[in-house]
């Protein structure tokens, strides 16, 4: 039995009779508002279970670019891409043609009983190129015909490829067919939220992580007479008291671009993840990218890219942070003396850190057993200490830390030097 037959099954048995054009409970005739929403949208009307409802396609040829970007088809390997960004094995050999791209335009942004979702966009790609479809929400009576199509989108694919869909778009859809009496959505695969990547990847270094801010500065698409999100909700109230279709065109047209960034976002990704160091990529995104492999366990990259770091910005910017974590992962990998020059250049660079000198103070103090050493760089902690108490840094334990550190150092170095009066001390 197909996903369709499923479905209409299922919702037959919650459904009342089929409503007919033009005898809706809210008392609109869709006959007399038909004309207005299909001559600025160019469209059709579906049949439901549930009556009618108004939906839109566009396809974009494989050729179509999209700021700096192509929007071509996605490549086999786009799920271990996925699967690296996001930490999910379960993207690893998903096939490309059945990932969706999904996004709502809502009444509101919380996820009350009072908030709806009147647009739905999906995006897919096909043969012909990249086509999206959105389905519309007419009128509240209508509800149930318009999450009845989106079920059905939503079956015919096997994964979902959101911006802020987990903690947004999809318990907000949820909400609405529980309250229809539909059961929850069927979306039972992979979710990918774009949202999470993007951050660990270029939060601090662009204003927002919000899709506007990539659109700009990571696709070089800029949007030109857009409609501001959170005009979206007032639009669709006055079209509800109007039928004015003319209010609706450029929601339909913010909701279709978010669905194409959202493709080609995820395209940029793949292409980042597969080979950063291409032109066009800033050291600081290498280093998140490294971050974010050593995150997920991927250590031989990890270190590979933190050093190419190093390599391109010798004294810039990110330099001390590429140290800094390389010599962490050394020591991570149990590779310390390899850490051990590393620690002594952040000493000299870092002027308000503590982590190196601890970190040598370890290194002499249980690897190589010079006391003497691992003092001096508890003494050289303590002054930056002071310093940093002077300019009113919050210094939470590390006094404590350092100062339980200095005195066993201490205990060790007289127990070294005087071993006759520790033994009789004991002794006694």
Not at 373 to 387: K, S
Request: charged share 25%.
């Amino acid at each position: 039995m197909s996903v369709r037959d499923k479905l209409e099954r299922l919702y037959r048995k919650k459904s009342p009779k089929e409503p007919k054009p033009g005898n809706h409970q809210s008392g609109i005739s869709l006959r007399g508002h038909a004309s207005r929403i299909n001559s600025v949208v160019p469209g059709r009307y579906t049949s439901t279970p549930f009556g009618l409802c108004f939906s839109t396609e566009r396809t974009y040829p494989p050729g179509y670019k999209h700021g700096t970007h192509h929007l071509a088809s996605l490549p086999p390997e786009i799920g271990e891409s996925i699967g690296l960004l996001t930490a999910e094995d379960s993207w690893i050999g998903i096939d490309p043609r059945r990932i969706l791209f999904f996004d709502t335009e809502t009444t509101g942004l919380t996820q009350g009983a009072g908030t709806c979702v009147f647009l739905v966009g999906v995006g897919f790609f096909g043969p012909q190129g990249f086509t999206i479809r959105q389905y519309f929400l007419e009128d509240y009576s209508q509800e149930r015909a318009f999450l009845y199509l989106i079920a059905r989108e939503l079956g015919r694919f096997q994964a979902l490829v959101t911006f802020n869909g987990k903690a947004f778009d999809l318990p907000l859809l949820a909400n609405r067919f529980i309250l229809a009496g539909l059961g929850p959505p069927p979306v039972d695969y992979p979710h990918c939220d774009l949202l999470y990547p993007a951050r660990r990847l270029w939060q601090g270094l662009l204003p927002s992580c919000a899709l506007a801010d990539l659109e700009n500065h990571i696709l070089q698409f800029h949007r030109t007479g857009d409609l501001p999100g959170t005009e979206i909700p007032g639009r669709y109230f006055h079209y509800l008291q109007t039928r004015d279709g003319h209010l609706l065109a450029p929601v339909f047209d913010h909701n279709r671009l978010d669905i194409t960034s959202l493709a080609t976002l995820l395209i940029h990704l793949h292409r980042f993840v597969t080979n950063p160091m291409a032109p066009g990529h800033s050291p600081a995104e290498v280093l998140a990218l490294a971050r974010l492999l050593e995150a997920r366990g991927h250590l031989h990259q990890s270190e590979e890219y933190y050093r190419a770091v190093l390599e391109q910005e010798p004294g810039g910017k990110m330099e001390a942070t590429a140290m800094r974590c390389l010599a962490n992962l050394l020591k991570r990998k149990g590779q310390v003396k390899k850490a051990v020059p590393l620690w002594e250049e952040l000493t000299r660079k870092e002027t308000f850190s503590l982590d190196p000198y601890i970190e040598l103070a370890k290194y002499y103090e249980h690897c190589t057993r010079d006391l003497d050493r691992a003092r001096d760089m508890v003494l050289r902690a303590r002054e930056v200490l002071r310093h940093k108490k002077a300019l009113g840094f919050n210094l939470g334990h590390q006094p404590a830390e350092l100062e339980h550190r200095w005195q066993r150092l201490q205990r060790k170095t007289a127990k070294r030097d005087h071993p006759g009066v520790i033994s009789r001390r004991s002794a006694e």
